[in-house]
């Protein structure tokens, strides 16, 4: 069983920039993803981290201004979210699965959510 809580959302202007994190109870042998939802959308993916940090993955609308790294001996996930645009306005996901994927269904575990706003 893996428990997720996030923090670190919140209001920024348009080109700021935010830190998420996301601490994580239980084993740490799992790849963490970032997923988002904007009121009306599908949640999507954002970003993805295998559990040793070796590879990561990132949709095209984030690559080159977010970056997720890992904290294992913490049990912690971060994403730095820089040059933010009003269009990364959403609810922000930590998820936890045991396989690599990029795919909401692959992930069996999730936080409650933080807010991101950006301002324009």
């Known amino acids: 069983q893996v428990q997720l809580v996030e923090s670190g959302g919140g209001l920024v202007q348009a080109g700021g920039s935010l830190r998420l994190s996301c601490a994580a109870s239980?084993?740490?042998?799992?790849?963490m993803g970032w997923f988002r939802q904007a009121p009306g959308e599908e949640r999507e993916f954002v970003a993805g981290?295998?559990?040793?940090?070796?590879?990561?993955a990132y949709a095209d609308s984030v690559k080159g201004r977010f970056t997720i790294s890992r904290d294992n001996a913490k049990n912690m996930v971060f994403l730095q979210m820089n040059s933010l645009k009003p269009e990364d306005t959403a609810v922000y996901y930590c998820?936890?699965?045991?396989?690599?994927?990029?795919?909401?269904?692959?992930?069996?575990?999730w936080g409650q959510g933080t807010q991101v706003t950006v301002s324009s």
């Open positions: 998820a936890a699965t045991l396989t690599w994927s990029t795919y909401s269904g692959d992930y069996s575990y």
């Open positions: 239980g084993r740490a042998l799992y790849t």
């Open positions: 981290v295998r559990w040793s940090g070796s590879s990561t």
